[in-house]
């Protein structure tokens, strides 16, 4: 299987380690920037080429989409029409009015899937077995935090809010785990070192009658050894699960079950030759699909409600001052 890696930046690199260690996958590397090509070409030895022209598209049979948020449109759009199947990382677009385009462009369902990481979180995916067979009783209240280093929201330079960069992992995590939609929105923020938000706390009530709050923000101090501190919180009638993102454990303590347990809870690992963690059963999931044409994990859709609650927060963020 031939994959097109577009975007070689600091994801673009990530996938295409993990999906080199995958059997049957020949990789081609595009890249706008030439040095960056270069350092491709030599660090992982994969041919590099400076645009998807055509001719490539027309030669390979995937395409990951690894690009900044608001250049995933056109190469997802072009990938699609070509017949092509598309693994874009999150999120699927910059707005709701994108992801509705690449959507229409999908006209063979099941080509598109969104690179939501968390989904592939062991400790999460225990979860959301766990909150499905009801182990939870009825759930009351999610609280799910991520924070970052204040040197991601320099980086981005005001590209992203932090809901759009940070948040739009947690709430398609609390989609996903509850199965609800979103009733109504309340969020308060702050802009620290961008005109964007840098930090917002957001109150969502659910279809169900959940309460979640989500909050996120980058103002972690640069020198700090974490580049991370996140966590999820769920509290039902009938027990709590509590998931430490910064440890490898899932603890969940419920009437029945009193214990903990660990699991395998890297985002991403590479040993000499062995890419292990989240990002490799996700790869590994999107090129199963491809080769077996068997449904993608995380549709189009499912990104572009991810989005659509982005849209939601940010409105209420700028309602509230
Ligand atoms: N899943 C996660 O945990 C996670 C984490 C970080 C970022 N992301 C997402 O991954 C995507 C990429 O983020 P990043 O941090 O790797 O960005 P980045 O800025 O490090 O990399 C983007 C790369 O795209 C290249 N590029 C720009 N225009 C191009 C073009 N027309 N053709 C080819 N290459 C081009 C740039 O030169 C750069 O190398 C974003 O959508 C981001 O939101 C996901």
């Known amino acids: 299987m031939k994959i097109a890696v577009v975007g070689m930046g600091m994801m673009g690199q990530l996938h295409a380690r993990t999906l080199s260690g995958l059997p049957e996958v020949e990789l081609v590397a595009v890249e706008v920037d030439e040095s960056t090509r270069t350092a491709t070409q030599r660090d992982l030895g994969i041919e590099s080429r400076p645009a998807l022209t055509d001719d490539l598209l027309g030669s390979v049979d995937a395409v990951v989409v690894t690009l900044p948020d608001h250049l995933h449109v056109d190469t997802t759009i072009r990938a699609l029409q070509a017949g092509t199947h598309v693994l874009v990382e999150k999120p699927l677009a910059a707005s709701v009015t994108d992801c509705d385009r690449i959507l229409a462009a999908e006209t063979t369902p099941g080509r598109l899937m969104v690179g939501h990481l968390l989904r592939f979180d062991e400790r999460l995916r225990e979860l959301k077995r766990r909150l499905d067979a009801g182990a939870l009783g009825t759930v009351r209240h999610i609280r799910i935090h991520r924070a970052n280093s204040a040197a991601t929201g320099e980086r981005l330079a005001g590209r992203v809010s932090v809901v759009g960069f940070l948040g739009v992992h947690d709430l ?12 109504s929105v309340s969020a308060r923020g702050r802009r620290v070192h961008s005109n964007t938000w840098d930090v917002a706390s957001a109150t969502l009530d659910l279809t169900d009658g959940t309460l979640a709050q989500v909050d996120n923000h980058w103002l972690l101090h640069r020198a700090s050894a974490r580049s991370l501190l996140a966590g999820v919180e769920v509290y ?46 996700q790869d590994a999931a999107f090129v199963e699909a491809v080769r077996t044409g068997s449904p993608v994990p995380v549709t189009g859709h499912d990104g572009r409600r991810a989005v659509d609650a982005v849209e939601r927060i940010e409105a209420a963020l700028a309602a509230s001052g």
């Open 172 to 183: 398609d995590l609390l989609l996903w785990l509850t199965g609800q939609q979103i009733e």
């Open 236 to 281: 039902g009638d009938r027990g709590t699960a509590l998931v430490d993102l910064s440890t490898s454990e899932l603890e969940l303590i419920t009437d029945t079950d009193p214990r903990s347990v660990r699991v395998d809870s890297h985002n991403w690992t590479h040993d000499s030759t062995v890419s292990g963690g989240a990002l490799h059963r």
